[in-house]
């Protein structure tokens, strides 16, 4: 109990330690007497014989690092030969303390910057903000606490959005608390103090008394209890200068207090997740706002922007008239009413110091009619300084110059605070550090670097090293810089450099911009060799094994950044197999577990003479999951299996068909590994990892690395079974709200196609219908209800049918489409569709019709050119404002008329105009038969395909 008492020492404190860590100075107690009278605090300690206590300080230069404590029984007066060794030790001891703890805290940048790298990933992946922030606290746990919560403010209330424990049980244990025990809307706890003052709020030392004084009974105080808090930290997530909610952080071990750093690193995610519920927010009022065809195109180059918060403008070179959207108002710091549209109010705005590098950048630009980017700093009005980076590209004129300049520009501020975070930690290490850039010329030298190489950083900033320092032209200096660029490795290594007659460690790194360096004079530890040697020893190991675990992440990274960018399963399944051979077997088998049965999905050989071998084993050979083998095992038990002498006959238990067996056996099979790829709590599939020759087994690194592959692998291929899934439903769906078969009536000849748009889901809100209706007449539709997926395909059934209820009533075209738009105000407020409603006479060519928003058919003639229906067409289907025009017109015998949807039309990088020209031209004088229709879809794609759904119904009437 002692011990564990005494193992932290306050440097303030009344200590033989504390003193020798504030004066700098050895501190030497020869008897227990003498202990307690200089050191009262530790009078109650229980004492032993006298003996000698010896407090060494540890320095690096004029600071104190750490303190070496040395006892002595019985008394001892140490010579000075054995002074000047414990000396020695003392110094040796401080260089490795030093390297160790600037490593440690480079460390700890590194990570925090991956960590909120991922975070920033994870974060703009959607723009479902709920899913987005629960991946935001199963990240947060248990990097930054044992339990995660996020809040977020809706509509003036806080709601709990997501929750993450290290423990999956009081996952659900959380989960219940706040079912139980609801938030009151007038509370006043943490979460609602934060909200409200935007400020972070620590809570150290949770005692018991706390929790009981925040109970509101026995139940509550032990589902509480039962969370094990000790520690509790809330930040806000803030966005535009607003606070959308807060993340509360809990620790359950009073050893592990939140540092400042963990603040720091906590208020950071807070911010980026703030971000992402702001963008959510504004993709949901755009999404509200999408009430016209017009502004579709409109609304989604602007949601890009919000949903990235970047500003842009459009700048008349010749006039200098500016015109900027509300994000360039807000980057600012102007109201969209007080800015004047002139390109002085932006040029006004940046600081004196850095006009000479926009003006410069402009000039560029608008001599070379080429791309324009600069980052610099402006004052707001308010005052405030922020980073801007600006890009765009000037546009020539019909003579070639440049006349018009487009482009975007976000705030960078947060972006140079990282980057200054790590110029401060840089600044504070012990260690040398500079940068080369490409032309190998010092960006950046830390004050260790100048202090070691005795050179001022002015003297050396954008000159080259070879220049500065030609001694090391030649020598391993030299050569390994030059080695560490070419090969795009790291190298280390350690030599005595003549020109300041010190020995160094050096550490250097390639980036993209040139290479890091980090450096340590070590030349005193050459006086003590086997010290020396031990410690680099130790370091060399620690490196190597950083380098091994940097390297199994960075495969890790890549094989999951490549597997994440298709939902085809089998592809998913191809591309991991591909690369777990690359590492960790010589062929690899893919299995994915459907109704009982584990499917060889995908097989890779690293030799690629084999590869056809192993084709032969996919789609075929399945294997039931209450089979005797070790695939079935590792489905059964959710634990990797592993044989390092594979029998025949697990073998033939594996591959029963003699065929496959044939083929298997011919390959090689020595050592087994089989790991299951499990996504929450189900196994999706698993992976055998297969080697060929005797003795080469797998390694607890091979185990674990596998282990974490598949881990990784697991969400991917659930994806993509769900992505089939919904696929086939899509599929299904869209079959089921369009007409099976077009109606045969006499007079008239129909023919219809329906193209999904290119990548979507297979289904979306775009129809077509025919019909019959009394007196000889028949009903035409098309329409388009917005937005795409089941979603969109369900509200399509639905006005379809609706459509085709009312029709029936023989009200009219006009009246029933203000029927169905009242319908879809009542029952769908947040929706609306456009609508082209149609009723013709065959006999007599009598085309009476209605439009709700929709694009204008196109009349077809035997003998002249197409042309567009005229009419006033009303507003879109759910606006209540749908006041309807019914038009009339007459198909000639020969006619026709083309009903379409906007996909058919729409174009990636023009307007509307042009496809509606485009339609019209390649339509002709007269269009006949089933081939025309395909020709004209088909015609109308451009190289990507349709960005939208596409509906073309063609009717023409019997000559």
Sequence with gaps: MQQQAWRRFPVDGDFPASEAWRTGKVVQVDSVSERNRRFPALSGLEGRADHTLLCVPLRIQDSVVGVLNLSFAPQRRLTPAESDLIAAVADVCAQALGRAQALEAATRVRDRFAFLAEASARLASSLDYEATLQMVADLAVPRLGEWCGIDVVEHGAIVPIAVAHLDPGKVELAHQLRREYPRAPDASDSIAQVVASGESQLVAGVTDEMLVAAAKDDRHLELIRALGVRAVLTVPLRARGRVLGALTLIRADDDNPFSADDVALAEDLGRRAGTAVDNALLFREVQSSWHSEAGTSHARLDLALAAADIGSFDWDIATGDLAWDDRMCSIFGVTTAAFDSRIETLLDAVLPDDRPIVDAAIKRAVERVGDFSVEYRIRRPDGVVRWIDTRGRALPDPEGAADRMLGVAFDSTDVRDARDLVLRTLEHMADGFFSLDAEWRFSYVNAAAERILERDRRDLLGRSIWTEFPDVVGTVFGREYRRSVESRRPVAFEQFFPELRKHFEV??????????????????????????????????????????????LAFIAEVSADITTTLDLPEVCRRLAGHAVERLANWVVVYVVDSGQCNRVAAAHRDQRWQRDMDELVGRYSIAVGSDTMVADAVRTGRPVLEQRVSPEQVAATYPDAAARTIVNDIGVAAALVVPMIAGTEVVGVMAFVRSEPGDEFGPDDVQLATTLASRAALAVQNALLYAHQTTVAQALQQAVLPDALPVIPGVQLWARYEPATGGAGVGGDFYDVFRLGSGRIALAVGDA???????????????????????????????????????????????????????????????????????????????????????????????????VENRTVIAPGGGILLYTDGLIERRNAGIDMGLRDLSDMIGAQIVGSNSVDAVVYGMRDEAGFADDVCVLLVVRSE
Aim: no cysteine.
């Design 507 to 552: 550490r250097a790194y390639p980036t993209s911009e040139g290479m890091t360096v980090y450096f340590t004079d070590v030349s005193k530890a050459r006086q003590f060799e086997r010290e020396r040697d031990q410690l680099q020893a130790a370091s060399r190991d620690a490196r190597n094994e950083a380098e091994v675990a940097r390297t199994r």
């Design 786 to 884: 917005a937005g795409h997926g089941l979603q969109a395909g369900a509200l399509m059934g639905q006005l379809r049918n609706a459509l085709r209820a009312y029709a029936v009533q023989d009200r009219g075209p006009a009246a029933t489409l203000q029927s169905l738009s009242d319908l879809f105000a009542a029952l769908e407020p947040d929706a609306f569709a456009t609508v082209f409603y149609a009723e013709f006479d065959p006999r007599t060519g009598d085309l009476v019709w209605a439009s709700a928003g929709h694009p204008p058919p196109l009349l077809t003639f035997a003998d002249a050119p197409p042309h567009y229906l005229d009419g006033e067409p009303a507003a879109p289907l759910g606006v209540y404002a749908n006041s309807g």
